[in-house]
């Protein structure tokens, strides 16, 4: 199977502080990949070179095959990214911002992509309100039509489920796991929830300190640290209690 990701020895320096350091992984097509650690473990600095929004201090980057770092406009139209922690334009209608992103993307028939969304992810009772009259659920229900909008080959989460009730949960949950079987999309989920990791994801890289100390499928890191769950997984590994 080849690679939607492959990362090699990527370093982020930000001053005297070392983000990342020499953390080398690979997303197969197809696949979702879990990227957990606790604050700091340079989740946020990962994900942000892979947008292309970081420069990397050392190493490679390859997306689709093209080289990330010298290249990137080719694979940034087969990729989307939502997080609840990166503001859309709040003075716009939730319509007006999928239709802004639509146009980004250079999508045909804008008209009928944005109300695929807005039904999809069930926006019609507030679709021309202005984004910053919305809750905080609904704006992360926001962020996740926008980064469906063009149908991306390699999906980049950030805390998905951020702020939303356990019914929504278990909806964007299920929705992600049947648009990657449908359409072989790629999805790299960076999350605190456990739970969602376990049941989405079939390998996990594990960040502490910005370097990549664990690698496995949940199955595989709950037998290697003789756990009953991914949350106690994550606290070992926070606590430096790898082996």
Not at 10 to 39: C, M, T, W, Y
Not at 73 to 95: E, G
Not at 96 to 102: D, G, K, Q
Request: aromatic share 6%; hydrophobic share 40%; with cysteine.
């Amino acid at each position: 199977m080849s690679n939607a990701i492959s990362v090699q020895s990527l370093s982020k320096r930000f001053g005297d502080h070392q983000a990342l350091d020499q953390v080398s992984f690979e997303v197969p097509k197809g696949a979702v990949v879990g990227l957990i650690g606790p604050n700091g473990a340079g989740k946020t600095t990962t994900l942000s070179m892979l947008l292309g929004l970081l420069s990397p201090s050392r190493g490679k980057i390859s997306i689709f095959d093209y080289d990330f770092i010298k290249d990137r406009y080719p694979a940034l139209k087969r990729m989307n990214f939502s997080s609840p922690y990166v503001d859309l334009p709040q003075r716009l209608t939730v319509r007006e911002n999928l239709t802004v992103y639509a146009k980004l993307y250079g999508l045909k028939n804008i008209k009928n992509s944005v109300l695929e969304m807005i039904e999809t992810f069930r926006l019609s009772e507030f679709a021309d309100r202005r984004l910053r009259k919305l809750s905080a659920g609904q704006k992360t229900r926001v962020s996740l039509a926008k980064a469906l909008i063009n149908h991306p080959e390699l999906l980049l989460l950030d805390e998905p489920t951020a702020s939303l009730d356990p019914e929504t949960v278990a909806w964007i949950r299920a929705f992600l796991k049947e648009y990657q079987e449908e359409r072989k999309g790629t999805i790299l989920l960076a999350s605190h929830d456990m739970k969602e990791v376990e049941q989405l994801c079939e390998n996990v890289l594990l960040l502490r300190r910005g370097k990549l100390v664990e690698e496995g499928s949940p199955q595989d890191l709950l037998q290697k640290y003789d756990r009953k769950t991914m949350e106690e997984v994550f606290l070992d590994v926070s606590r430096g209690n790898t082996e």
